[in-house]
């Protein structure tokens, strides 16, 4: 079982549309987790880091549940510039200060 | 941000020759760099953890004799991949990190065609 699972997308979804993304991890010694955004043979660009309290920004939310070992991002009033491929990223380590493990990550396509 | 740069950006060469990618953190002392490598449709692996002055410490599964890693000062790491194969074509991304960052900090990543 991969440590880091996603939907397997893609997700064709229209302008102002919303999307959620789900991704769970097998490891409970998980620490810390993140999504992050990569676009089309560039890097990966930290998108927003996920507390078990939930987070938001902007149009952006992320949720965890530690219980399930499952993580969450919903996207709302989806823009043309959303299209990229969101990797969901799991750390053993507080912060981002060690080792990531990513997902293959889910591919979004916003049409006009 | 931090600005972590790489190079080349893109390169082909052909099997059995050796190439070096270069990693730099242009703006800050990084105390650890990581390589990561990506193969089309699949997630980022983990090559390596590379801390300045010490010996590199390698994945399971990925050969430290092909893969030379060196990181001889808090702003630069550099990538060997030795006798490359074709199977070695790949997306190689670096990242640092330091005491004053919370987050990794990615390169633009290196492409690698091998012939």
């Known amino acids: 079982r991969k440590e880091v699972e996603q939907d397997p997308g893609p997700f064709n979804v229209p302008e102002g549309a919303t999307v959620a993304f789900n991704c769970t991890y097998s490891?409970?010694?998980?620490?810390?987790f993140f999504w992050y955004r990569q676009d089309c043979r560039k890097e990966p660009k930290l998108l927003m880091s996920?507390?078990?309290s939930g987070n938001e920004d902007g149009r952006f939310t992320a949720q965890l549940n530690r219980a399930s070992q499952y993580i969450s991002l919903l996207i709302r009033d989806s823009k043309l510039s959303d299209s990229a491929t969101y990797l969901c990223?799991?750390?053993?380590?507080?912060?981002?200060?060690?080792?990531?493990?990513f997902g293959k990550g889910t591919k979004l396509s916003v049409k006009p | 941000g931090a600005v972590v740069s790489q190079h080349p950006s893109w390169v082909i060469c052909k099997s059995g020759t050796s190439v070096k990618i270069e990693c730099r953190s242009l703006?800050?002392?990084?105390?650890?760099m990581f390589w990561y490598r990506q193969f089309p449709k699949q997630s980022l692996m983990l090559m390596a953890t590379?801390?300045?002055?010490?010996?590199?410490?390698?994945e399971q599964g990925v050969e430290k004799d092909k893969f030379l890693i060196n990181h001889a000062s808090l702003t630069l790491s550099t990538l060997t991949v030795t006798s490359a194969h074709p199977e070695d074509s790949s997306f190689y991304i670096c990242?640092?990190?330091?005491?004053?960052?919370?987050?990794?900090?990615f390169g633009p990543g290196t492409r690698l065609t091998v012939t």
């Open positions: 990242s640092a990190i330091s005491r004053d960052y919370y987050e990794q900090y």
């Open positions: 490891n409970s010694a998980s620490q810390s």
């Open positions: 996920v507390y078990s």
């Open positions: 990223v799991v750390s053993y380590y507080g912060g981002s200060q060690g080792n990531l493990i």
């Open positions: 703006d800050f002392q990084a105390t650890t």
């Open positions: 590379s801390n300045e002055g010490s010996k590199a410490t390698y």
